[in-house]
C-alpha cells in the first residue's frame, strides 16, 4: 500500500461548483498534514496545512480525520484559476524526515 | 531575494553523457531535496540533504549522485545517462529549526530529455 494515496481524476467542474478531494495515509505516526498545489509545469507550492480540528482559508477548508487516517481538502465556488494539481503531503515525524508526497489530484475549473 | 534556483532550466542528452544540475537557495536553509517527476508517478525523492557536507539516499537514487559541499547548493549528478531518467527535475529546501517543517519551497524545475 502506497503511504499517501489520492484520487487521480480528474476532476471537472463548472465555476461556482464545490469539489472534495480525498486523501488517505497508512502511516498512523504520522504528525503533520498539508496540501500542496501544482499549476501545470510548475514547481509545487504549499496551499495550506491541515490541523486536527478543521481549518479554512477562504473558499478552501481542510479535515483531517486520524481514526479513519484521512485527509480531505474543499473548494467552494471554484473559479477557473483554481485548475491545477493538488498534492497530499504527510509529515511522518518533526525533524530531517522527509515529507511523503501523493501523486495529486488534478482539478480542471470549466467556464 | 531570490528563493531557490535550478541550472539549467532545461538539457537534452544523448545516452551515456554525464551532466550536473545545480540547485541553489539564499535562505540559509537546512534541508535540501532532490525530486523527479514523471506523469502518473508523482514526485519521487532521489536524495536528500540534512546539512552541509551530508547526503542520504531517497526512494529512487540509483544512476544518481549528489554533493553538499556549501550550505547553499546541491548538485544532482548524473555519470552516465539513460533515457529513463528523462523526467523534470525538482530541487527543493526547507528551515530546520524556528520555522514551519511543512513549508518546503521548490525551485522552477529542470527537464531533462535523455535521448
Known amino acids: 500500500r502506497k503511504e499517501v494515496e489520492q484520487d487521480p481524476g480528474p476532476f471537472n467542474v463548472p465555476e461556482g461548483a464545490t469539489v472534495a478531494f480525498n486523501c488517505t495515509y497508512s502511516n498512523s505516526a504520522s504528525q503533520s498534514f498539508f496540501w500542496y498545489r501544482q499549476d501545470c509545469r510548475k514547481e509545487p507550492k504549499l496551499l495550506m496545512s491541515?490541523?486536527?480540528s478543521g481549518n479554512e482559508d477562504g473558499r478552501f477548508t481542510a479535515q483531517l480525520n486520524r481514526a479513519s487516517q484521512y485527509i480531505s481538502l474543499l473548494i467552494r465556488d471554484s473559479k477557473l484559476s483554481d485548475s491545477a494539481t493538488y498534492l497530499c503531503?504527510?509529515?511522518?515525524?518533526?525533524?530531517?524526515?522527509?515529507?511523503?508526497f501523493g501523486k495529486g489530484t488534478r482539478l480542471s475549473v470549466i467556464a | 531575494n531570490a528563493g531557490v534556483t535550478q541550472t539549467p532550466k532545461f538539457r537534452v542528452l544523448k545516452t551515456g553523457q554525464s551532466m550536473t544540475l545545480l540547485c541553489a537557495q539564499d535562505m540559509n536553509h537546512e534541508y535540501m531535496y532532490w525530486y523527479r517527476q514523471d506523469p502518473g508517478m508523482g514526485l519521487r525523492l532521489i536524495h536528500y540533504?540534512?546539512?552541509?557536507?551530508?547526503?542520504a539516499k531517497g526512494e529512487v537514487p540509483d544512476g544518481y549522485n549528489v554533493s553538499r559541499l556549501k550550505k547553499q547548493n546541491f548538485l544532482l549528478g548524473l555519470e552516465s545517462a539513460a533515457p529513463s531518467q528523462t523526467s523534470v527535475y525538482f530541487c527543493?529546501?526547507?528551515?530546520?529549526?524556528?520555522?514551519?517543517?511543512?513549508?518546503?519551497?521548490f525551485g522552477p524545475g529542470t527537464r531533462l530529455l535523455v535521448l
Open positions: 540533504s540534512v546539512g552541509e557536507g551530508t547526503t
Open positions: 503531503v504527510v509529515n511522518r515525524r518533526p525533524g530531517n524526515t522527509p515529507l511523503v
Open positions: 527543493a529546501s526547507r528551515i530546520h529549526q524556528g520555522g514551519r517543517p511543512e513549508t518546503q519551497y
Open positions: 491541515v490541523y486536527s
